[in-house]
């Protein structure tokens, strides 16, 4: 519930700190005094647009704040958890708004900045709002249907709908996108595709296949020069005059006889043993590579080649090796399709016809719901109108097959007759703005057992109503309010009497300023504030005993 609402500098209110209760929250005040502010300071925070001409004048910034406290905080959480923010501590939420001159403004929830958009997911979990042109929305037929499935709590069977719907839907797309890949004559884009794949397989292209050729191709290049070095070091190693392996040689036999001669020297004459092996491998290795660089034209020939074909496909499909292998994996991967494209369309076309099955079957099962649902509805709506002004009225919900949507096959349409011998007109054609209010009212008196949005506010929506349904408009908001939070701005005595707590706007003048007040009102008090509402300007005692009966008889019809 709403346990707090604070305002700063919003319009006429400079500073409120408003306190609400579970219940009926009734707020009255003379015409003018400000009482829709309330209402406008919570649509801002849940999502409204704001201006600067909001702002008090002679202030730079104005703020609304509410805390509510939730029994189940699980859905808020939820939301809140998806968008990074912090969730509620121990069912406690705080929702600011902040609005500056300069344009710029804060949103925060529980002390993380959000959107507008999340304010307003929000609100759709807490606050049910219907003002004086709010009630509009009823003849809808959208909101129509949304009416009937709350009350059949039809949740399951709709999102069966949509699943439905959606799968259907995706075949139905996969089918088109079939037909505009296959649009043409596909046997040209076969036969380049095969072209094109035919050529970089027969490249039998690798990366590793590129990096050898390049190397080789290299190396033969300049083979000549790798030769030459190639000679003029194996000449100086082992086979010139002189050369490194007979100055070893030599220098092996002087530390033989050395060795013969002083043990110790054995070490050495063996290390240099080993010395001129190694020098005589390093000959030998380096020969080799030398002779392998001595391929024929037809070698190097092959090699240019080699690189031409890599040079060329590169070129051509401006990717490398990595990217020219996915590439044909790709164009195989589409060549397949293409050649198979009459064995897919059959598949899609089964899975359309599969899916339209489903579709249509839980669809009929959703409209068999919603025609059970509609009967209790008009039922229940047409016995609480019968209490607010139409004893012989009839409210129907017609429920019409129509073509299969996300929300099923149905649409629904809100029917009124409220006098005997009158047809039935749908909800679009009543031309009084009393009746619809009556209706809203009933429709919500109904719901509220269903509804799980736990606050309700009605901004005169007892507008246009008078004598004895003013009292029967107050009975219906106290039986709402038995189950939700109910705030209501009212200008019947009768309704206000109702209320668990009563709140009373003021607007005042001091030095040349316009203030709006909001307080709470004890006994004494709302014995006077109803004996204003109902034209006791002059506050006699018969008038303030009728008020003080008012109340006392709201009281007793509520125990």
Known sequence: MLNTLRIRNLALVDEADIEFRRGLNVITGETGAGKSLLIGALKLLLGERADRSMIRTGETRASAEAVFQLDDPSAVDALLEDRGLAPCEDGRL??????????SGQNTVNDGAVTLQVLKSIGDLLVDMHGPHDH?????????????????????????????????????????ELERRASGDPSQRIDFLSYQLEEVEQANLSEEDEARVREEHTMLANAQEVLQHARTACQALTEGEP????????AQRELNALARLVPEAESSRAELEEISARVQELSRAVADRAGGMEAGPER????????ATYQSLQRKHRA?????????????????????????????????EERYSTMMRRGVELHRQRAE?????????????????????????????????PYGT???????APNPGEEMRPMSAIASSGEISRVMLAVKTVLARHDLIPLLVFDEIDANVGGELAHAVGDRLARVAATHQVLCITHLAQVAACGTTHLAVRKTV???????????????ARVDEITRMMGGAERSAAAGRHAAELLESARDASR
């Open 320 to 352: 490398d090796v990595p990217a020219l292998l996915e590439m044909a994996g790709q164009w195989r991967e589409e060549l397949a399709a293409l050649e198979r494209i009459d064995e897919e369309r059959a598949e899609i076309d089964r899975r359309i």
């Open 373 to 405: 649902a509609a009967d209790r509805l008009s039922e229940s709506i047409t016995r609480e109108l019968a209490g607010l002004g139409f004893p012989h009225g009839f409210f129907d919900v017609a429920v019409h097959e129509s073509e299969p949507g």
């Open 243 to 250: 050369c490194a392996f007979d100055a070893l040689a030599a």
């Open 136 to 176: 509009q929305s009823l003849l809808r037929p959208e909101i129509q249907r949304e009416v009937l499935d709350a009350f059949g709590r039809l949740d399951e069977p709709l999102r069966a709908c949509r699943e439905a719907f959606r799968a259907w839907r995706q075949a139905k797309d996969e089918r088109e």
């Open 94 to 103: 705080i929702i600011r708004r902040v609005i500056r001159d300069s344009g």
């Open 300 to 307: 190097m020939q092959w090699l240019e080649e080699r690189l």
């Open 510 to 524: 001091r030095d040349g300023r316009t203030y709006t007040a909001v307080a709470p009102l004890d006994e004494q």
């Open 410 to 416: 149905d649409t629904v349409e809100f029917g009124f």
